[in-house]
């Protein structure tokens, strides 16, 4: 294929198609799972896009949102395929944008008390799209996790084992139901209403949930966004 062809809108080939979504998915850091939950499509649809089967309007339309395109028809229309170099400057704008988190994993009440006691805002948040019983408790984990952050100082070191219990068996009703959880820290720097002042410097909690043994090594998440203190 020439640099001339290659220039000229034209419509996508499933083939092309399967590129296109690995390579924005890659860009961004996504399991087929995460872009699954993102979209509303089916995993088992994500992984026939990417082996280059044919698609309907409706999935694409749906891959379009996920990928934040401005028109959702984008790829149902004759489109000008990306060349490396204008791939490169997607990512370089990506990675500007995101910072990449290692995805530790949690697996403990313990550990997940200790991280209410030691950071100061929170990013919860799912990985893919979880049934409702795995949504409610994942709820309530989030529920639970932020109220004993905001009291934990009163709590004696003998009570947090209570705590300790909880936490334990949110995560074990998660863990039987599929779901794994992952976490990082990051030190991010929050500037309040006074413009003047300096900065503070505050730790907060990413934990997201992943299916169980489909965990990933790392997680892409903005720079700039809303965080739960």
Not at 12 to 33: C, G, H, N, T, Y
Not at 194 to 217: I, R
Request: proline letters at 4%; glycine letters at 4%.
């Amino acid at each position: 294929m020439t640099t001339e062809q290659t220039k000229k809108p034209r419509l996508l080939s499933p083939e092309e198609l399967a590129a296109f979504v690995k390579i924005m998915r890659d860009i961004r850091k996504w399991s087929q799972e995460q872009l699954s939950g993102i979209s509303g499509l089916s995993v088992r649809t994500i992984q026939r896009v990417e082996s280059g089967r044919h698609s309907d309007l409706d999935t694409r339309r749906a891959l379009a949102r996920a990928f934040e395109l401005e028109d959702i028809d984008a790829l149902n229309k004759p489109f000008h395929f990306p060349t490396e170099a204008e791939i490169e400057a997607e990512k370089e704008i990506f990675d500007r944008e995101h910072i990449t988190l290692e995805a530790l994993p949690l697996t403990t009440g313990k550990l997940l008390a200790q991280l209410a006691e030691t950071t100061a805002m929170d990013l919860i948040t799912s990985g893919f799209a979880m049934a409702r019983e795995a949504d409610e408790t994942f709820a309530l984990l989030t529920d639970y996790f932020r109220e004993y952050r905001d009291c934990a100082d009163l709590y004696q070191e003998r009570d947090k084992l209570d705590i300790h219990d909880e936490m334990q068996s949110h995560i074990d009703s998660l863990k039987e139901l599929g779901v794994s959880l992952c976490y990082a820290t990051r030190k991010v720097a929050v500037r309040f209403r006074d413009e003047t002042a300096k900065p503070m410097e505050m730790l907060t909690l990413y934990l997201v949930s992943f299916p169980l043994g489909k965990e990933p090594a790392e997680f892409a998440t903005p720079r700039d966004m809303p965080i739960k203190f």
